[in-house]
């Protein structure tokens, strides 16, 4: 198995809603990534997680909540969302941090 | 080319000619470089590395060339098709201290390939 799923593709919810992210992979990778893509912009890393600690947080609003239960998988809780969060989320993994990431295709966000 | 901060740029091809991306990057202490591409309402998808003790690695049909020395990467396509058309990503690894892993984009460049 040499990619990266995501769950689900499309997500559209309220503002008051909780709902989460989900991301797997079985490639052996010990690192994972989750990033936020607005239209038109490059991706933007929100958290990484290395061998199932967390080690970057970007300063991602606390209505954005990771968590890594296992190596293969790594979910993105949100709740409360704006608006302004509707936005494409990918999950990436690699070898360890410093090597090539694999990106899933994303999920469709749309906050309403 | 694209470099961080500037609107995106564009770059039309005819099928069959070479097409050549820039990147200028900015972190001195960047050591491992890549290249990505995207198509539409998928994820970035990995063309080629390069890490920093190199300056030019080829791929099938790509080769990347890194100039550290003005902090410039380029990506070029060889015998480009229509399939290759996409937003193309530079993306720089900080390596060191807390960043270690921090992959940081370019702002793409939009690639048109015509028949």
């Known amino acids: 198995d040499t990619e990266v799923t995501q769950t689900p593709k499309h997500l559209v919810m309220g503002m008051t809603n909780k709902k989460s992210l989900k991301c797997e992979q079985h490639?052996?990778?010990?690192?994972m990534y989750w990033y936020k893509q607005k239209a038109k912009k490059p991706p933007e890393l929100m958290f990484v997680y290395s061998y199932e600690k967390l080690s970057i947080n970007e300063s991602v609003p606390s209505r954005f909540s990771p968590e890594c239960p296992n190596s293969s998988l790594l979910n993105l809780h949100l709740h409360a969302l704006q608006p302004e969060d509707s936005a494409l989320y990918l999950c990436?993994?690699?070898?360890?941090?410093?090597?090539?990431?694999?990106f899933g295709p994303g999920t469709r966000l749309t906050v309403l | 080319g694209e470099s961080v901060g500037l609107h995106l740029p564009t770059l039309s091809v005819q099928e069959g000619d070479n097409s050549i991306i820039n990147c200028a990057y900015s972190?001195?202490?960047?050591?491992?470089f890549i290249w990505y591409k995207q198509e539409s309402g998928k994820g970035p998808q990995f063309i080629i590395d390069?890490?920093?003790?190199?300056d030019k690695r080829q791929g099938q049909r790509v080769t990347v060339l890194l100039n550290k020395t003005v902090k410039h990467l380029s990506l070029q396509i060889a015998a480009t098709q229509p399939g290759d058309s996409a937003v193309y990503f530079c993306a720089e690894n900080n390596a060191g201290g807390t960043s270690y892993g921090k992959l940081t984009f370019g702002q793409g460049t939009i690639l048109t390939v015509h028949p």
């Open positions: 390069i890490r920093s003790n190199m």
């Open positions: 972190n001195s202490a960047s050591d491992y």
């Open positions: 490639m052996g990778h010990r690192a």
């Open positions: 990436a993994s690699s070898w360890d941090s410093g090597n090539e990431q694999f």
